[in-house]
């Protein structure tokens, strides 16, 4: 880090120059007893990990960070939090973003720049029955560095024009609007928060396919249901309750 961030009281930072994993790293301190709100981050890692088991280039320049995260609520609740992040990652790149770079978000946990990812997000838990004992969050944030061997157009905060923004900048302001939006969402659950993240859905209501472990189904992307699952229209009535998969939009193939 170029600078020590200014955190809210809350936060627990513990920084490294380089790690396998900030995720991998903070799971570790949840399994020890880290308390809520300690932020892993890294300058650069070298084996960041995706969802469904993909890996995440991670040179350094960009933002890596893990949160960990013990909230009390039930298991089917808490993947609400990637929306949560999602939408505290928008009002974070609100003010940085230059007028007319469309910020959006794509089912289930990816922040878009004008119509390109430019960030991912990552939850893992370990629970026991029904409540949570911890809860990792990751967030990758492209500033400078876009990933260019992906099946996903990539895009950086750099690319779209907002150059100057450095790692401590954005986790500063990220932590910031993260604190409010989970307060938000432990005072008043899911349904604000819910229609924030749909007002900047890319697709919803038209045509996209879902690829799950072991089909590819194809649909309208009517919703996201109360619990952040995506509401696929399959014809004549007939919908499918999604709650893990990646979405693909047909024309854009
Ligand atoms: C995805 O889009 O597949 C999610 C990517 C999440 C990447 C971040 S980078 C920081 C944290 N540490 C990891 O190993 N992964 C997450």
Known sequence: MTRAPNLSSRYHLVS??????????????????????????????????????????????????SLILRPEKPLTETVQLSFVAAVALGETLDPIIPEGVDISYKWPNDVFLAGRKAAGILLESSSRRDRVKW????????????????????????????????????????????EKCYTRWQEEGFPSLREAWLSRVLGLGGPIEVELEKERLSGTFLDLDASGALVLGQGGGVTRIITAGDVFFPQAR
């Open 16 to 65: 490294f120059e380089r790690l396998d994993s900030t995720n991998e790293e903070a799971c570790r301190l949840a399994r020890e007893g880290a308390r809520e709100f300690t932020i892993v981050c890294a300058r650069e890692q070298t084996a960041g990990r995706g969802r469904r088991n993909r890996g995440w280039v991670s040179p350094p320049g960009n933002l890596y960070l």
């Open 135 to 178: 809860l990792v969050l990751g967030l990758g944030l492209n500033l400078k560095s876009p990933p260019q061997d992906v099946s996903t157009p990539a895009t950086s905060l750099k690319a779209v024009g907002a150059a100057g923004v450095t790692a401590v900048d954005m986790l500063e302001r990220f932590c910031f609007c993260f």
